[in-house]
């Protein structure tokens, strides 16, 4: 299993442009999650899929969207990049356990954004 | 809404015991985990205490408290590649949204 992959690992914008950083887990987990991660901080979420079809905000989502159309992707689209935006964006998957969503996230190994 | 406290900075010397609080505030409680992130990697699960109590998993252990919204990491026989950035992340009202601390940077000396 390659767990959760996350592409690019660096990328530098201009403020304004578009990108979307992509998100696969071959885990078969039924939870996604973004965070992003500023210098000598903790992760803030993002946005978060319970499944396929289903997404919700998290604590920062404004400038982010994001789809769940199939189980292995969580894509997360920046829509018009601000410098604001310059962070470590981290990917995880968790699996369901006992009906409930596990507490051991898995995290992919992160993009380090800069936006000019 | 969440919110959860822990120290900045702690340092200890190589074989020593270490203690890293936790204190929370939440709506709704189900759990509190911690990670271990090294610089420039990413954040890996280290544990979980969904009851009070102590969990053990070889040198790491986690207590939680849940009538005093406090828990702990311990870290025993402490080595330098424990050096190393320690969140604990609560999970709260709909159990599917994790709040993570901003994180205790550990140093290890020899």
């Known amino acids: 299993n390659a767990g959760v992959t996350q592409t690019p690992k660096f990328q530098v914008l201009k403020t304004g442009q578009s990108m979307t950083l992509q998100c696969a887990q071959d885990?078969?987990?039924?939870?996604m999650s973004w965070y992003r991660q500023d210098p000598g901080m903790g992760l803030r979420l993002i946005h978060y899929s319970v499944g396929a079809g289903i997404t919700d905000q998290g604590e920062v989502p404004n400038g982010y969207n994001v789809s769940r159309s199939t189980t292995e992707d969580f894509p997360l689209r920046l829509l018009s990049a601000a410098p604001s935006q310059t962070s470590v964006y981290f990917c995880a998957s968790s699996p369901r356990t006992s009906g409930n969503i596990s507490p051991e996230q898995f995290f992919g190994p992160g993009t380090r954004l800069t936006v000019l | 809404g969440q919110s959860l406290e822990q120290p900045s900075e702690v340092t200890a010397v190589e074989g020593a015991i270490v203690q890293i609080n936790c204190t929370y505030q939440?709506?709704?409680?189900?759990?509190l985990s911690w990670y271990q992130q090294h610089d420039g990697g990413a954040p890996t699960f280290l544990s979980y205490?969904?009851?009070?109590g102590l969990e053990e998993t070889g040198r790491f252990s986690s207590f939680l408290s849940r009538s005093d919204s406090y828990g702990y990491l311990l870290l025993q026989e402490l080595q330098m590649k424990d050096s190393a950035s320690y969140f604990c992340a609560v999970r709260g009202t709909g159990r599917r949204a994790l709040t993570f601390g901003s994180g205790t940077r550990l140093q290890v000396q020899p």
């Open positions: 205490n969904g009851l009070d």
């Open positions: 885990m078969n987990h039924e939870y």
């Open positions: 939440t709506s709704g409680f189900y759990g």
